[in-house]
């Protein structure tokens, strides 16, 4: 079976994305206020080998750069989160104004270019001055937050028309409030169900302002999402995989959809009441004109007596002799093909955009070069599993690559590297890996991929 770009129709959104905290530098530059992240990854001991994102990837001074070399490699949407203390360096208030202009080169650049910018609002880094009075565990969250859409949309609305809420609200409240291991680095359950419940009201509300000051934008949200398996089928492991499900893929989906919380199947999340007000059920719903998918593998559950709230345990890649990546995911394509049937099942389901898909291996630099021929394969596979689900009437249209570049991975600093173009981040230069030269020939419909058969492919044995 041979699959080029033409089987996805002519519609379909075929990108890479980014994040501004992973990529731009500057920290401190042209009066850009700290984030969460800019204190927490001066911690000792928060970042792999104390890396640091003051530099990055330079985008700041190097957009034009990055952008033309986008262009080169044929791919028309781009995907990239503006960093609300570029913009608001007290996270409210005074605006800072050299911020709003560097975005405006930015968007300006790439349409000139023809690339479409898509712009996710909130990718984590929130003003430090906002974390100072309780970030997202404080309900003002949704005025300040509200403010800061409000802006953008009357900034940038005018040129940019795909917007996305906020990035993974399960990944920052869940790693940032709940096990401490993202900024700002809290721990404990309260925080964690108070941020979540801010989160939802936000993504909700920053939808309404976007749609009422501006209709026939095209305004979505994005989820982690990984297809859970019980480990075995013991009932206690089939429950704990119903709960860890409810936790990672459903718990902040569904109230968005109207569905309110999956109290029923993850019992924890009654204790989230204290932080729920009058009226709030309705709040949490919106009709998003797309949902944006970010899956990286699936996850394997078993039942464990003394994991508090969940019970219940995630086995590790390395713990289970699969194939993995540098994150220690577990390579399984299909993983994407299953989380596109199961949203699609949902009653309200809006189209849906596989805004983050990617992958890290190690990358050798050879004789000027990287065959990283792992990551084509891995891209490839991914490809064909969404056209499978396309194929059986999944409201799918686009798949956006995580990374553009390789970039800082968070609390695994630089060692993880995601992109389709290496950076050597002493000198900065740019290198197109095979990946990258193979997605922009499949862009350019010079490239076919030959899949054995769709049983292959899930198999990760594709040919091309
Ligand atoms: C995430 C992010 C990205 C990550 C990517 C790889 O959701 O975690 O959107 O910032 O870099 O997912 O881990």
């Given at each position: 079976?041979?699959?080029?770009?033409?089987?996805?129709?002519?519609?379909?959104?075929?990108?890479v994305?980014?994040?501004?905290?992973?990529?731009?530098?500057?920290?401190?530059?042209?009066?850009?206020?700290?984030?969460?992240?800019?204190?927490?990854?001066?911690?000792k001991?928060?970042?792999?080998?104390?890396?640091?994102a003051?530099?990055?990837?330079?985008?700041?001074?190097r957009?034009?750069?990055?952008?033309?070399?986008?262009?080169?490699?044929?791919?028309?949407?781009?995907r990239?989160?503006?960093?609300?203390?570029?913009?608001?360096?007290?996270?409210?208030?005074?605006?800072?104004?050299?911020?709003?202009?560097?975005y405006?080169?930015?968007?300006?650049?790439?349409?000139?270019?023809?690339?479409?910018?898509?712009?996710?609002?909130?990718?984590w880094?929130l003003?430090q001055?906002l974390?100072?009075?309780?970030?997202?565990?404080?309900?003002?969250?949704?005025?300040?937050?509200?403010?800061?859409?409000?802006?953008?949309?009357?900034?940038?609305?005018?040129?940019?028309?795909?917007?996305?809420i906020?990035?993974e609200?399960?990944?920052?409240?869940?790693?940032?409030?709940?096990?401490?291991v993202?900024?700002?680095?809290?721990?404990?359950?309260?925080?964690?169900?108070a941020?979540?419940?801010?989160?939802?009201?936000?993504?909700?509300?920053?939808?309404?302002?976007?749609?009422?000051?501006?209709?026939?934008?095209k305004?979505?949200?994005?989820?982690?999402?990984?297809?859970?398996?019980?480990?075995?089928?013991?009932?206690?492991?089939?429950?704990?995989?119903?709960?860890?499900?409810?936790?990672?893929?459903?718990?902040?989906?569904?109230?968005?959809?109207?569905?309110?919380?999956?109290?029923?199947?993850?019992?924890?999340?009654?204790?989230?009441?204290?932080?729920i007000?009058?009226?709030?059920?309705?709040?949490?719903?919106?009709?998003?004109?797309?949902?944006?998918?970010?899956?990286?593998?699936?996850?394997?559950?078993?039942?464990?007596?003394?994991?508090?709230?969940?019970?219940?345990?995630i086995?590790?890649?390395?713990?289970?002799?699969?194939?993995?990546?540098?994150?220690?995911?577990?390579?399984?394509?299909?993983?994407?093909?299953?989380?596109?049937?199961?949203?699609?099942?949902?009653?309200?389901?809006?189209?849906m955009?596989?805004?983050?898909?990617?992958?890290?291996?190690?990358?050798?630099?050879?004789?000027?070069?990287?065959?990283?021929?792992?990551?084509?394969?891995?891209?490839?596979?991914?490809?064909?599993?969404?056209?499978?689900?396309?194929?059986?009437?999944?409201?799918v249209?686009g798949?956006l690559?995580?990374?553009?570049?390789?970039?800082?991975?968070?609390?695994?600093?630089?060692?993880?590297?995601?992109?389709?173009?290496?950076?050597?981040?002493?000198?900065?230069?740019?290198?197109?890996?095979?990946?990258?030269?193979?997605?922009?020939?499949?862009l350019?419909?010079?490239?076919?991929?030959?899949?054995?058969?769709?049983?292959?492919?899930?198999?990760?044995?594709?040919?091309?």
């Amino acid at each position: 079976m041979n699959i080029s770009k033409e089987d996805f129709g002519k519609d379909f959104n075929w990108g890479v994305s980014s994040a501004a905290f992973q990529i731009e530098g500057a920290h401190d530059k042209d009066g850009k206020g700290a984030s969460v992240w800019d204190l927490f990854s001066q911690k000792k001991g928060k970042i792999y080998n104390s890396h640091h994102a003051r530099i990055s990837c330079d985008f700041y001074n190097r957009y034009y750069e990055d952008i033309l070399l986008m262009k080169q490699m044929n791919i028309c949407n781009y995907r990239f989160s503006l960093s609300w203390s570029r913009i608001f360096p007290d996270g409210i208030g005074k605006i800072n104004f050299s911020g709003v202009e560097f975005y405006n080169r930015v968007i300006d650049f790439c349409l000139s270019e023809g690339i479409q910018p898509w712009i996710t609002l909130y990718h984590w880094d929130l003003p430090q001055a906002l974390e100072q009075k309780g970030g997202w565990t404080n309900r003002d969250i949704i005025n300040w937050f509200s403010e800061y859409v409000l802006f953008c949309i009357k900034t940038f609305g005018d040129r940019v028309t795909h917007w996305m809420i906020l990035n993974e609200p399960m990944v920052f409240t869940g790693a940032g409030y709940f096990l401490g291991v993202h900024a700002p680095g809290k721990k404990g359950l309260s925080n964690f169900l108070a941020a979540a419940h801010h989160a939802c009201l936000c993504q909700a509300e920053g939808g309404r302002i976007a749609r009422s000051y501006k209709p026939g934008l095209k305004i979505g949200t994005t989820f982690s999402s990984s297809h859970i398996e019980a480990n075995t089928n013991n009932i206690k492991d089939q429950q704990a995989q119903v709960r860890i499900d409810a936790l990672l893929n459903r718990m902040f989906l569904e109230p968005l959809l109207g569905l309110n919380y999956p109290v029923k199947d993850l019992k924890v999340l009654r204790r989230m009441e204290e932080f729920i007000k009058d009226g709030d059920e309705q709040k949490l719903s919106f009709n998003m004109d797309f949902i944006g998918v970010q899956n990286y593998t699936r996850e394997i559950v078993r039942f464990d007596f003394f994991t508090p709230f969940v019970q219940a345990k995630i086995i590790k890649a390395d713990k289970r002799k699969v194939e993995r990546t540098v994150m220690n995911w577990e390579v399984y394509p299909s993983s994407v093909y299953h989380i596109l049937k199961k949203y699609a099942a949902y009653k309200n389901m809006p189209e849906m955009i596989v805004t983050e898909s990617g992958a890290a291996f190690e990358d050798r630099l050879i004789d000027g070069k990287i065959d990283d021929a792992a990551r084509k394969i891995f891209i490839q596979n991914h490809i064909a599993e969404i056209l499978k689900a396309k194929e059986e009437g999944v409201k799918v249209n686009g798949y956006l690559v995580w990374s553009f570049t390789d970039n800082f991975e968070w609390a695994e600093g630089y060692k993880p590297r995601f992109g389709l173009v290496y950076i050597d981040f002493e000198t900065q230069q740019r290198i197109i890996k095979a990946s990258g030269k193979w997605y922009s020939d499949f862009l350019s419909n010079q490239e076919q991929m030959t899949v054995k058969t769709i049983a292959a492919a899930q198999n990760n044995l594709l040919i091309s």
